[in-house]
């Protein structure tokens, strides 16, 4: 196997495990949203606000698989490992 | 060989996934500027197109209007303009609804048209980097400005070192770790949609009917539509946080 296809192969392995991160935002978010539910059962006057605070709130969780995502791409589209010490580009 | 703008892994068959980036090569600029390959990224070209239509639509909706609505054009234009005062209102307060509505408004209508670029086959300008940084950038500088109006330079410095001095490197990281993260949520949302749709086409084959249809209504239309409003809603947030009187 030649160095490039190691690279790849290590690279694209790379990028899957990267997206496990995936998981603690969507049970965040899962939260997120069955408490804002149950919230808006409570006092559906306030489902405006409760949605904004919501969407705010699901924003932050997502914040870390955003990373995991942007690691992911990065290992795809703009691998740093290929074109270094002698790898082909 | 492997441009940057393709897939590492399908150097090999015919299947490639566009990357963050996608050049329109311009011949005509190789004389001019002495390069080699001058080219022009597709997200500039689809910004262009957002702005004129931007631009058009409401030339279109602001000129002739009367004190007493009497067009549908001008209803429409009064509903806009109160939708956004409305909505900086309730974000931000009385206070902030007179400077911020129109850059509020203007930034949503460009995030949203951006986003929903992809629907006329162009490029979304929002999945390259540089769009979706250089509005972070943006916000982060009103984030600034608001800190140092209202706390002073003495109250921005000082707010590095609270509640306590040893705060001092995660008070750094965190004021620049917000939009580089409003960043890179804007940006990975709408290349991971265009990242899968790629790969969904690519695994039916031949066989691509109806399934990328439904995809590519949550990735490009709910997807974008919700992106812009919490980008939106995001900066108005950290701006509001920003303020050390509120």
Known sequence: MDNLGFVAGASAIGAGLAMIAGLGPGIGEGYCGGKAVEAIGRQP?????????????????????????????LLMFANPFTGMNGIAK | MITPGTMLLAEEGTF????????????????????????????????????IILAVVFFVLGRNLKLKPESKRQILAEWIVGFFSGYVETS????????????????????????????????????DVSVTGSWALITFTLVLYTK???????????SFIEPMPFMLPFNIIGDFANPISQAMRLFGNNLSGIVIGGLIYYA??????????????????????????????????????????A
């Not at chain 1, 606000?49 to 969780?61: H, P, S, Y």
């Not at chain 2, 996934?17 to 080699?36: A, H, K, Q, T, Y």
């Open chain 2, 16 to 51: 490639t996934v566009e990357g963050p980036l996608r050049s329109i090569p311009l011949p005509f600029l190789n004389d001019i500027f002495g390069e080699e390959n001058a080219c022009i990224a597709e997200s500039v070209v689809s910004q262009w197109v957002v702005m």
């Open chain 1, 45 to 73: 006057e306030a489902s405006g606000a409760i949605t904004k605070q919501m969407i705010i709130g699901d924003a932050l969780a997502e914040t870390t698989g955003i990373y995991s995502l942007v690691v992911a791409l």
């Open chain 2, 92 to 127: 931000m307060g009385t206070r902030y609804k007179k400077s911020y509505a129109p850059y509020i408004g203007a930034l949503f209508c460009f995030c949203i048209l951006s986003c929903l670029m992809g629907l006329l086959g162009l490029r979304n300008p929002t999945a």
């Open chain 2, 148 to 158: 140092i109006k209202t706390g002073g330079f003495k109250g921005y410095m000082k």
């Open chain 2, 204 to 245: 039916l084959g031949s066989f691509a009917i109806a399934v990328p249809a439904v995809l590519s209504l949550y990735f490009d239309l709910f997807s974008a539509v919700i992106q812009s409003y919490i980008f939106v809603t995001l900066t108005m947030s950290y701006v509001i946080m920003a303020d050390a009187d």
